[in-house]
Protein backbone atom coordinates (compact mmCIF):
# COMPACT_ATOMS: atom_id res chain seq x y z
CA UNK A 1 0.00 0.00 0.00
CA UNK A 2 2.04 3.40 -0.87
CA UNK A 3 1.93 5.47 2.25
CA UNK A 4 -0.30 8.67 2.18
CA UNK A 5 0.28 12.10 0.32
CA UNK A 6 0.75 14.87 2.80
CA UNK A 7 -2.38 16.52 0.95
CA UNK A 8 -4.25 13.03 2.06
CA UNK A 9 -2.98 13.71 5.84
CA UNK A 10 -3.62 17.73 5.55
CA UNK A 11 -7.45 17.01 3.92
CA UNK A 12 -8.21 14.15 6.94
CA UNK A 13 -6.93 16.22 9.62
CA UNK A 14 -9.21 19.20 8.41
CA UNK A 15 -11.97 17.15 8.01
CA UNK A 16 -11.63 15.65 11.30
CA UNK A 17 -10.92 18.76 12.98
CA UNK A 18 -13.25 20.86 11.37
CA UNK A 19 -11.18 23.91 11.66
CA UNK A 20 -7.99 25.14 9.58
CA UNK A 21 -6.54 26.88 12.74
CA UNK A 22 -2.46 26.56 13.25
CA UNK A 23 -1.14 27.43 16.40
CA UNK A 24 2.14 29.00 16.07
CA UNK A 25 4.25 27.75 18.42
CA UNK A 26 6.56 30.97 18.55
CA UNK A 27 7.15 32.04 22.30
CA UNK A 28 8.41 35.51 22.83
CA UNK A 29 10.88 35.33 26.15
CA UNK A 30 9.46 39.20 26.86
CA UNK A 31 6.20 37.73 27.24
CA UNK A 32 5.95 35.10 29.59
CA UNK A 33 3.21 34.81 31.71
CA UNK A 34 3.79 36.35 35.14
CA UNK A 35 3.34 33.41 37.19
CA UNK A 36 5.78 31.46 35.54
CA UNK A 37 8.46 34.17 35.77
CA UNK A 38 10.34 32.67 38.68
CA UNK A 39 11.20 29.52 36.79
CA UNK A 40 14.75 28.79 35.05
CA UNK A 41 14.26 30.16 31.78
CA UNK A 42 13.99 26.54 29.99
CA UNK A 43 11.65 25.43 32.57
CA UNK A 44 9.26 28.47 31.80
CA UNK A 45 9.45 27.18 28.09
CA UNK A 46 8.63 24.07 28.91
CA UNK A 47 5.98 24.62 31.50
CA UNK A 48 4.41 27.46 29.20
CA UNK A 49 4.33 25.46 25.54
CA UNK A 50 3.10 22.57 27.30
CA UNK A 51 0.18 24.24 28.66
CA UNK A 52 -0.32 26.09 25.50
CA UNK A 53 -0.56 22.35 23.34
CA UNK A 54 -3.17 21.24 26.33
CA UNK A 55 -5.52 23.69 26.35
CA UNK A 56 -5.61 24.42 22.26
CA UNK A 57 -4.92 20.86 20.58
CA UNK A 58 -8.75 19.62 20.62
CA UNK A 59 -9.62 23.28 18.48
CA UNK A 60 -6.64 23.38 15.93
CA UNK A 61 -6.09 21.35 12.38
CA UNK A 62 -2.25 22.14 13.52
CA UNK A 63 0.83 23.44 15.26
CA UNK A 64 3.44 25.77 13.60
CA UNK A 65 7.35 25.25 15.66
CA UNK A 66 9.37 28.59 15.10
CA UNK A 67 12.95 27.01 14.97
CA UNK A 68 14.77 30.19 16.06
CA UNK A 69 12.10 30.12 19.90
CA UNK A 70 13.78 26.64 20.35
CA UNK A 71 17.20 27.33 18.76
CA UNK A 72 17.62 30.72 21.32
CA UNK A 73 18.32 28.67 24.19
CA UNK A 74 20.61 25.90 22.66
CA UNK A 75 20.59 22.69 22.50
CA UNK A 76 18.48 22.34 25.32
CA UNK A 77 15.72 24.81 23.36
CA UNK A 78 16.17 22.17 20.86
CA UNK A 79 15.09 19.05 23.38
CA UNK A 80 12.18 20.97 24.11
CA UNK A 81 10.94 19.58 20.67
CA UNK A 82 10.21 16.09 21.04
CA UNK A 83 8.51 16.12 24.27
CA UNK A 84 6.41 18.23 22.67
CA UNK A 85 5.73 16.65 19.32
CA UNK A 86 4.58 13.18 21.52
CA UNK A 87 2.27 15.61 23.38
CA UNK A 88 1.13 16.71 20.48
CA UNK A 89 1.03 13.26 18.18
CA UNK A 90 -0.02 12.51 14.90
CA UNK A 91 -3.58 13.67 14.85
CA UNK A 92 -2.40 17.07 14.28
CA UNK A 93 0.03 18.22 10.88
CA UNK A 94 2.71 19.59 12.64
CA UNK A 95 4.66 22.00 11.16
CA UNK A 96 8.65 23.43 11.92
CA UNK A 97 8.66 26.89 10.48
CA UNK A 98 13.21 27.15 9.36
CA UNK A 99 12.58 28.72 6.18
CA UNK A 100 14.82 26.19 5.27
CA UNK A 101 16.76 26.99 1.89
CA UNK A 102 20.05 25.13 0.88
CA UNK A 103 21.51 23.11 -1.64
CA UNK A 104 20.41 19.64 -2.24
CA UNK A 105 22.73 17.58 -0.24
CA UNK A 106 22.12 20.19 2.90
CA UNK A 107 18.14 19.71 2.13
CA UNK A 108 18.35 16.06 1.94
CA UNK A 109 19.80 16.49 6.10
CA UNK A 110 17.31 18.74 6.84
CA UNK A 111 14.28 16.14 6.13
CA UNK A 112 16.38 13.75 8.00
CA UNK A 113 16.55 16.01 11.00
CA UNK A 114 12.90 17.13 10.63
CA UNK A 115 11.44 14.74 9.23
CA UNK A 116 13.05 11.62 9.62
CA UNK A 117 14.43 12.49 13.69
CA UNK A 118 12.01 14.97 14.88
CA UNK A 119 8.86 13.62 13.07
CA UNK A 120 7.32 16.91 11.96
CA UNK A 121 4.62 16.77 9.02
CA UNK A 122 5.92 19.46 7.33
CA UNK A 123 8.23 22.65 6.98
CA UNK A 124 8.41 25.64 5.29
CA UNK A 125 11.44 26.46 2.71
CA UNK A 126 12.26 29.15 0.98
CA UNK A 127 12.79 29.32 -2.59
CA UNK A 128 15.69 31.70 -2.79
CA UNK A 129 18.00 28.94 -3.82
CA UNK A 130 15.98 28.12 -6.71
CA UNK A 131 14.25 24.95 -7.59
CA UNK A 132 16.61 21.95 -6.67
CA UNK A 133 15.90 22.92 -3.13
CA UNK A 134 12.45 22.06 -3.24
CA UNK A 135 12.50 19.08 -5.28
CA UNK A 136 15.16 17.74 -2.95
CA UNK A 137 13.27 17.89 0.58
CA UNK A 138 9.97 16.98 -1.34
CA UNK A 139 11.22 13.58 -2.28
CA UNK A 140 9.13 12.01 0.46
CA UNK A 141 5.40 12.61 -0.56
CA UNK A 142 3.94 11.66 2.79
CA UNK A 143 5.80 14.99 4.13
CA UNK A 144 4.36 18.64 3.42
CA UNK A 145 7.23 21.30 2.24
CA UNK A 146 5.29 24.70 2.20
CA UNK A 147 7.62 26.98 0.10
CA UNK A 148 7.32 31.29 0.96
CA UNK A 149 5.77 33.05 -2.02
CA UNK A 150 4.74 36.37 -0.58
CA UNK A 151 5.09 36.99 3.45
CA UNK A 152 2.68 39.01 5.88
CA UNK A 153 5.62 40.89 6.82
CA UNK A 154 6.78 44.54 5.58
CA UNK A 155 10.11 43.54 4.43
CA UNK A 156 7.84 41.26 1.71
CA UNK A 157 8.38 44.59 -1.07
CA UNK A 158 11.86 44.52 -0.83
CA UNK A 159 12.31 41.48 -2.52
CA UNK A 160 9.29 39.32 -3.05
CA UNK A 161 7.67 42.20 -4.95
CA UNK A 162 10.32 43.53 -7.23
CA UNK A 163 8.74 43.61 -10.80
CA UNK A 164 10.19 41.17 -13.12
CA UNK A 165 11.11 42.22 -17.13
CA UNK A 166 7.53 40.60 -17.50
CA UNK A 167 5.99 43.51 -15.54
CA UNK A 168 4.87 40.83 -12.35
CA UNK A 169 6.17 40.50 -9.40
CA UNK A 170 8.82 38.09 -8.40
CA UNK A 171 6.52 35.95 -6.20
CA UNK A 172 3.83 35.46 -8.65
CA UNK A 173 6.22 34.10 -10.93
CA UNK A 174 6.94 31.69 -8.78
CA UNK A 175 3.55 29.85 -8.86
CA UNK A 176 3.32 28.54 -11.71
CA UNK A 177 6.56 26.53 -11.44
CA UNK A 178 5.44 25.39 -7.49
CA UNK A 179 1.93 24.23 -9.22
CA UNK A 180 3.57 22.16 -11.73
CA UNK A 181 5.81 20.52 -9.37
CA UNK A 182 2.68 20.19 -7.00
CA UNK A 183 1.30 16.54 -8.85
CA UNK A 184 3.68 15.58 -6.37
CA UNK A 185 0.86 16.17 -3.71
CA UNK A 186 3.04 17.35 -1.21
CA UNK A 187 3.83 20.71 -2.04
CA UNK A 188 2.05 24.05 -0.19
CA UNK A 189 2.87 28.12 -0.31
CA UNK A 190 2.76 30.45 2.44
CA UNK A 191 1.16 33.30 1.72
CA UNK A 192 0.19 36.15 4.35
CA UNK A 193 -2.95 36.85 5.40
CA UNK A 194 -1.16 40.91 5.69
CA UNK A 195 -2.22 40.93 2.12
CA UNK A 196 -5.57 39.10 1.21
CA UNK A 197 -5.56 40.09 -2.21
CA UNK A 198 -2.21 38.04 -2.46
CA UNK A 199 -3.89 34.50 -1.16
CA UNK A 200 -6.77 35.40 -3.81
CA UNK A 201 -3.94 35.68 -6.14
CA UNK A 202 -2.26 32.56 -5.26
CA UNK A 203 -5.19 30.46 -4.95
CA UNK A 204 -6.30 31.18 -8.48
CA UNK A 205 -2.54 30.47 -10.05
CA UNK A 206 -1.84 27.29 -7.64
CA UNK A 207 -5.83 25.69 -8.90
CA UNK A 208 -7.81 24.87 -6.23
CA UNK A 209 -5.88 21.46 -4.38
CA UNK A 210 -2.62 23.16 -3.89
CA UNK A 211 -2.56 23.98 0.34
CA UNK A 212 -2.02 27.64 1.41
CA UNK A 213 -0.40 28.01 4.71
CA UNK A 214 -1.45 31.94 5.78
CA UNK A 215 0.33 33.21 8.87
CA UNK A 216 -0.90 36.55 9.73
CA UNK A 217 -4.33 36.50 11.13
CA UNK A 218 -4.04 38.44 14.96
CA UNK A 219 -2.09 40.39 16.15
CA UNK A 220 -0.47 41.29 12.55
CA UNK A 221 -3.35 42.56 11.37
CA UNK A 222 -4.41 39.85 8.63
CA UNK A 223 -8.06 39.97 7.56
CA UNK A 224 -9.31 36.95 8.46
CA UNK A 225 -12.95 36.76 6.70
CA UNK A 226 -10.77 37.99 3.43
CA UNK A 227 -8.40 35.36 4.02
CA UNK A 228 -11.21 32.28 4.45
CA UNK A 229 -12.91 33.73 1.49
CA UNK A 230 -10.13 34.52 -1.32
CA UNK A 231 -8.04 31.48 0.10
CA UNK A 232 -10.14 28.56 0.26
CA UNK A 233 -9.29 25.76 -2.21
CA UNK A 234 -11.02 22.28 -2.65
CA UNK A 235 -11.61 19.51 -0.38
CA UNK A 236 -11.49 20.21 3.27
CA UNK A 237 -10.29 23.83 1.83
CA UNK A 238 -6.38 22.83 1.75
CA UNK A 239 -5.87 25.67 3.70
CA UNK A 240 -4.07 27.14 7.46
CA UNK A 241 -4.54 30.26 8.84
CA UNK A 242 -1.43 30.33 11.36
CA UNK A 243 -2.31 32.53 14.64
CA UNK A 244 0.81 32.38 17.42
CA UNK A 245 0.38 35.62 19.59
CA UNK A 246 -3.53 36.15 19.45
CA UNK A 247 -3.42 32.84 21.21
CA UNK A 248 -0.08 32.33 23.08
CA UNK A 249 -0.45 35.61 24.84
CA UNK A 250 -4.16 35.81 25.11
CA UNK A 251 -3.79 36.90 28.90
CA UNK A 252 -0.04 36.79 30.74
CA UNK A 253 -1.74 36.49 34.10
CA UNK A 254 -2.84 33.71 36.21
CA UNK A 255 -5.63 32.82 33.63
CA UNK A 256 -2.66 32.37 30.30
CA UNK A 257 -3.44 29.03 29.77
CA UNK A 258 -7.73 28.69 29.95
CA UNK A 259 -7.64 31.84 27.97
CA UNK A 260 -5.27 30.69 25.41
CA UNK A 261 -7.58 27.56 25.02
CA UNK A 262 -10.74 29.97 25.07
CA UNK A 263 -9.02 32.10 22.03
CA UNK A 264 -8.08 28.87 20.19
CA UNK A 265 -12.12 27.62 20.57
CA UNK A 266 -13.19 31.26 19.36
CA UNK A 267 -10.71 31.38 16.23
CA UNK A 268 -11.35 28.00 15.36
CA UNK A 269 -14.94 28.46 14.97
CA UNK A 270 -14.33 31.83 13.19
CA UNK A 271 -12.23 29.43 10.63
CA UNK A 272 -14.68 26.29 10.72
CA UNK A 273 -14.28 23.65 7.74
CA UNK A 274 -17.61 22.69 6.59
CA UNK B 1 35.85 51.30 24.81
CA UNK B 2 33.49 50.56 22.20
CA UNK B 3 33.70 46.87 20.82
CA UNK B 4 35.47 45.93 18.10
CA UNK B 5 33.22 45.37 14.71
CA UNK B 6 33.10 42.15 12.95
CA UNK B 7 35.02 43.97 10.02
CA UNK B 8 37.67 44.32 12.91
CA UNK B 9 37.63 40.84 13.98
CA UNK B 10 37.83 39.89 10.47
CA UNK B 11 40.88 41.54 9.45
CA UNK B 12 42.78 40.72 12.21
CA UNK B 13 42.27 37.26 11.99
CA UNK B 14 42.82 37.62 8.28
CA UNK B 15 46.30 38.91 9.10
CA UNK B 16 47.30 36.77 11.92
CA UNK B 17 46.45 33.32 10.35
CA UNK B 18 48.12 35.23 6.64
CA UNK B 19 45.40 32.78 4.63
CA UNK B 20 41.89 33.32 3.35
CA UNK B 21 40.53 29.80 3.74
CA UNK B 22 37.66 28.88 5.50
CA UNK B 23 37.07 25.30 6.59
CA UNK B 24 33.31 23.82 5.85
CA UNK B 25 32.05 21.57 8.28
CA UNK B 26 29.38 19.84 6.31
CA UNK B 27 29.65 17.08 7.03
CA UNK B 28 27.52 13.95 5.36
CA UNK B 29 27.10 11.02 6.82
CA UNK B 30 27.06 8.94 4.01
CA UNK B 31 31.39 9.71 3.42
CA UNK B 32 32.14 9.26 7.37
CA UNK B 33 35.70 7.21 6.85
CA UNK B 34 36.08 4.13 6.77
CA UNK B 35 37.67 4.03 10.66
CA UNK B 36 35.06 5.16 12.27
CA UNK B 37 31.94 3.54 10.50
CA UNK B 38 31.32 0.97 13.56
CA UNK B 39 31.07 3.55 16.03
CA UNK B 40 27.66 5.16 16.51
CA UNK B 41 26.67 7.90 14.56
CA UNK B 42 26.68 10.46 16.87
CA UNK B 43 30.31 9.28 18.02
CA UNK B 44 31.60 8.91 14.84
CA UNK B 45 30.47 12.49 13.65
CA UNK B 46 32.24 14.12 17.09
CA UNK B 47 35.09 12.19 16.43
CA UNK B 48 35.13 13.18 12.72
CA UNK B 49 34.78 16.60 13.24
CA UNK B 50 36.67 16.75 15.94
CA UNK B 51 39.72 15.24 13.93
CA UNK B 52 39.40 18.36 11.30
CA UNK B 53 38.87 20.99 13.29
CA UNK B 54 42.69 19.02 15.41
CA UNK B 55 43.90 19.00 11.74
CA UNK B 56 43.05 21.35 10.26
CA UNK B 57 42.38 25.01 12.34
CA UNK B 58 46.06 26.13 12.24
CA UNK B 59 45.70 26.35 8.32
CA UNK B 60 42.13 28.55 8.20
CA UNK B 61 40.86 31.57 9.49
CA UNK B 62 37.26 30.70 9.80
CA UNK B 63 35.31 27.49 10.21
CA UNK B 64 32.04 27.32 8.70
CA UNK B 65 29.33 24.84 10.61
CA UNK B 66 26.24 23.70 8.42
CA UNK B 67 22.94 23.48 10.65
CA UNK B 68 21.60 20.76 8.67
CA UNK B 69 24.37 18.27 9.75
CA UNK B 70 23.87 19.18 13.26
CA UNK B 71 19.96 18.97 13.08
CA UNK B 72 20.10 15.89 10.69
CA UNK B 73 20.79 13.87 14.78
CA UNK B 74 18.03 16.34 16.63
CA UNK B 75 19.10 18.07 19.99
CA UNK B 76 22.01 15.67 20.41
CA UNK B 77 23.13 16.88 17.08
CA UNK B 78 22.81 20.38 18.13
CA UNK B 79 24.77 19.06 21.37
CA UNK B 80 28.07 18.54 19.35
CA UNK B 81 27.91 22.32 18.68
CA UNK B 82 29.36 23.95 22.00
CA UNK B 83 32.22 21.26 22.23
CA UNK B 84 33.55 21.68 18.58
CA UNK B 85 33.22 25.83 19.41
CA UNK B 86 35.33 25.07 22.71
CA UNK B 87 37.86 23.28 20.87
CA UNK B 88 38.59 26.23 18.00
CA UNK B 89 38.03 29.09 20.56
CA UNK B 90 37.74 32.86 19.76
CA UNK B 91 40.65 33.05 17.23
CA UNK B 92 39.02 31.61 14.31
CA UNK B 93 35.87 33.01 12.63
CA UNK B 94 33.15 30.74 13.71
CA UNK B 95 30.12 30.79 10.87
CA UNK B 96 26.72 29.07 11.38
CA UNK B 97 25.13 28.81 8.28
CA UNK B 98 21.98 28.53 8.53
CA UNK B 99 20.64 31.18 5.96
CA UNK B 100 18.07 32.66 8.10
CA UNK B 101 15.74 34.82 6.85
CA UNK B 102 12.61 35.40 8.89
CA UNK B 103 11.13 38.52 10.89
CA UNK B 104 12.76 40.87 12.96
CA UNK B 105 11.13 39.03 16.00
CA UNK B 106 12.30 35.41 15.26
CA UNK B 107 15.77 37.19 13.92
CA UNK B 108 16.21 38.30 17.43
CA UNK B 109 15.85 34.82 18.62
CA UNK B 110 18.23 33.58 16.01
CA UNK B 111 20.94 36.15 17.21
CA UNK B 112 20.23 34.91 20.91
CA UNK B 113 20.71 31.45 19.92
CA UNK B 114 23.48 31.67 17.43
CA UNK B 115 25.40 34.48 19.04
CA UNK B 116 25.13 34.78 22.67
CA UNK B 117 24.23 31.07 23.31
CA UNK B 118 26.28 28.97 20.77
CA UNK B 119 29.53 31.58 20.70
CA UNK B 120 29.52 32.24 16.60
CA UNK B 121 31.25 34.87 15.32
CA UNK B 122 28.69 35.53 12.51
CA UNK B 123 26.18 33.85 10.28
CA UNK B 124 24.26 33.66 6.94
CA UNK B 125 21.30 34.86 6.30
CA UNK B 126 19.29 35.03 3.16
CA UNK B 127 17.29 38.16 1.69
CA UNK B 128 13.89 36.72 0.66
CA UNK B 129 11.97 38.23 3.50
CA UNK B 130 13.49 41.56 3.14
CA UNK B 131 15.45 44.15 4.57
CA UNK B 132 14.11 44.43 7.98
CA UNK B 133 15.29 40.88 8.40
CA UNK B 134 19.01 41.93 8.00
CA UNK B 135 18.63 45.19 9.83
CA UNK B 136 17.48 43.37 13.07
CA UNK B 137 20.19 40.56 13.28
CA UNK B 138 22.99 43.11 12.32
CA UNK B 139 22.50 45.37 15.36
CA UNK B 140 25.33 43.95 17.15
CA UNK B 141 27.93 45.16 15.21
CA UNK B 142 30.59 43.14 16.96
CA UNK B 143 28.67 39.91 14.77
CA UNK B 144 28.88 39.17 11.45
CA UNK B 145 26.38 38.54 8.85
CA UNK B 146 26.81 37.51 5.43
CA UNK B 147 23.81 37.68 3.20
CA UNK B 148 23.41 35.59 0.23
CA UNK B 149 23.37 37.62 -3.10
CA UNK B 150 24.79 34.72 -5.52
CA UNK B 151 24.83 31.08 -4.25
CA UNK B 152 26.89 28.80 -6.11
CA UNK B 153 24.70 25.88 -6.81
CA UNK B 154 22.88 25.85 -10.53
CA UNK B 155 19.79 26.98 -8.87
CA UNK B 156 20.98 30.34 -8.41
CA UNK B 157 19.32 30.98 -11.75
CA UNK B 158 15.56 30.28 -10.76
CA UNK B 159 14.74 33.24 -8.58
CA UNK B 160 18.83 35.41 -7.79
CA UNK B 161 19.30 35.98 -11.85
CA UNK B 162 15.95 36.46 -12.51
CA UNK B 163 15.68 39.78 -14.65
CA UNK B 164 14.12 43.24 -12.99
CA UNK B 165 12.24 45.64 -14.66
CA UNK B 166 15.62 47.57 -15.04
CA UNK B 167 16.89 45.12 -16.97
CA UNK B 168 19.42 43.63 -13.98
CA UNK B 169 19.24 40.18 -12.02
CA UNK B 170 17.85 40.66 -8.79
CA UNK B 171 21.23 39.60 -7.01
CA UNK B 172 22.94 42.35 -8.17
CA UNK B 173 20.01 44.69 -7.50
CA UNK B 174 20.48 43.38 -3.43
CA UNK B 175 24.54 44.97 -3.36
CA UNK B 176 23.46 48.72 -3.61
CA UNK B 177 21.22 48.18 -0.31
CA UNK B 178 23.37 45.88 1.01
CA UNK B 179 26.70 48.23 0.42
CA UNK B 180 24.49 51.25 1.83
CA UNK B 181 23.95 49.30 5.42
CA UNK B 182 27.47 47.73 6.05
CA UNK B 183 28.31 51.38 7.22
CA UNK B 184 27.65 49.42 10.40
CA UNK B 185 30.71 47.29 9.66
CA UNK B 186 29.64 43.73 10.19
CA UNK B 187 27.73 43.04 6.98
CA UNK B 188 28.93 40.63 4.10
CA UNK B 189 27.46 39.41 1.07
CA UNK B 190 27.89 35.40 0.19
CA UNK B 191 28.95 35.05 -3.38
CA UNK B 192 29.76 31.72 -5.02
CA UNK B 193 32.92 30.70 -6.35
CA UNK B 194 32.04 28.69 -9.08
CA UNK B 195 30.53 32.18 -11.14
CA UNK B 196 33.73 33.98 -10.69
CA UNK B 197 32.15 36.72 -12.68
CA UNK B 198 29.53 37.15 -9.72
CA UNK B 199 32.40 37.45 -7.22
CA UNK B 200 33.65 40.64 -9.58
CA UNK B 201 30.79 42.00 -10.18
CA UNK B 202 29.94 42.30 -6.61
CA UNK B 203 33.22 43.48 -5.41
CA UNK B 204 32.60 46.48 -7.92
CA UNK B 205 29.04 47.09 -6.22
CA UNK B 206 30.34 46.60 -3.00
CA UNK B 207 33.39 48.57 -2.58
CA UNK B 208 36.57 47.11 -1.14
CA UNK B 209 35.60 47.22 2.17
CA UNK B 210 32.89 44.47 2.48
CA UNK B 211 33.55 41.25 3.33
CA UNK B 212 32.85 38.35 0.86
CA UNK B 213 32.16 34.73 1.69
CA UNK B 214 32.89 32.86 -1.32
CA UNK B 215 31.91 28.95 -1.15
CA UNK B 216 32.27 26.16 -3.64
CA UNK B 217 36.35 25.89 -4.35
CA UNK B 218 36.79 22.47 -4.69
CA UNK B 219 34.33 19.88 -4.92
CA UNK B 220 32.10 22.40 -6.77
CA UNK B 221 34.35 23.69 -9.05
CA UNK B 222 34.85 27.42 -8.66
CA UNK B 223 37.65 29.24 -9.82
CA UNK B 224 40.19 29.93 -6.75
CA UNK B 225 42.53 32.06 -8.86
CA UNK B 226 39.44 34.29 -10.10
CA UNK B 227 37.96 34.15 -7.47
CA UNK B 228 40.80 35.68 -5.33
CA UNK B 229 41.63 37.84 -7.93
CA UNK B 230 38.22 39.12 -8.80
CA UNK B 231 37.10 38.92 -4.99
CA UNK B 232 39.68 40.57 -2.94
CA UNK B 233 38.81 43.72 -0.90
CA UNK B 234 40.77 46.26 1.09
CA UNK B 235 42.44 45.60 4.28
CA UNK B 236 43.50 41.55 4.65
CA UNK B 237 41.28 41.20 1.73
CA UNK B 238 37.73 40.93 3.44
CA UNK B 239 37.62 37.33 1.27
CA UNK B 240 36.61 34.22 2.96
CA UNK B 241 36.90 31.52 0.30
CA UNK B 242 35.06 27.95 1.69
CA UNK B 243 36.20 24.51 1.50
CA UNK B 244 34.09 21.84 2.90
CA UNK B 245 34.01 18.02 1.02
CA UNK B 246 37.96 19.17 -0.58
CA UNK B 247 39.39 19.05 2.95
CA UNK B 248 36.93 16.69 4.95
CA UNK B 249 36.75 13.86 2.86
CA UNK B 250 40.67 14.17 1.31
CA UNK B 251 40.67 10.90 2.32
CA UNK B 252 38.54 8.28 3.92
CA UNK B 253 40.55 5.57 4.63
CA UNK B 254 43.04 5.25 8.01
CA UNK B 255 44.53 8.57 6.83
CA UNK B 256 41.75 10.69 6.87
CA UNK B 257 42.81 13.25 10.01
CA UNK B 258 46.55 13.69 8.21
CA UNK B 259 45.03 14.28 4.72
CA UNK B 260 42.65 16.66 6.02
CA UNK B 261 45.21 18.63 7.63
CA UNK B 262 47.14 18.42 4.11
CA UNK B 263 44.60 19.65 2.29
CA UNK B 264 43.85 22.67 3.98
CA UNK B 265 47.34 23.29 4.61
CA UNK B 266 47.82 23.21 0.33
CA UNK B 267 44.54 25.89 0.60
CA UNK B 268 45.71 27.94 2.74
CA UNK B 269 49.05 28.20 1.01
CA UNK B 270 46.88 29.05 -2.28
CA UNK B 271 45.21 31.61 -0.59
CA UNK B 272 47.74 33.21 1.04
CA UNK B 273 47.05 37.12 2.67
CA UNK B 274 50.32 38.82 2.00
Chains 1, 2 share one sequence.
Not at 141 to 153: D, K
Not at 198 to 212: C, D, F, T
Request: aromatic share 6%; charged share 25%; proline share 7%.
Amino acid sequence: VAPATFYDRLDATLHHQRTCLCVGLDPDPERTPAPLRGLDELDALRTFLEGVVEATQEHCAAFKFQLAAFLAYGPEGIGLIPPLMRKIGPERIRILDLKAGDFPNTMRLYGRGVFDRLGFEALTASPYLGWETVDEIAKDRSRGVFVLAHTSNPGSKDVQERTTEAGRPLWEELLGPLRERASSKNLGAVVGATFPAAVGKARQALGPEVPILAPGVGAQGGDLEATLRLGRGSGAGALLINNSRGVLYASTKADWKEAAGAEARRLAQAMRVA
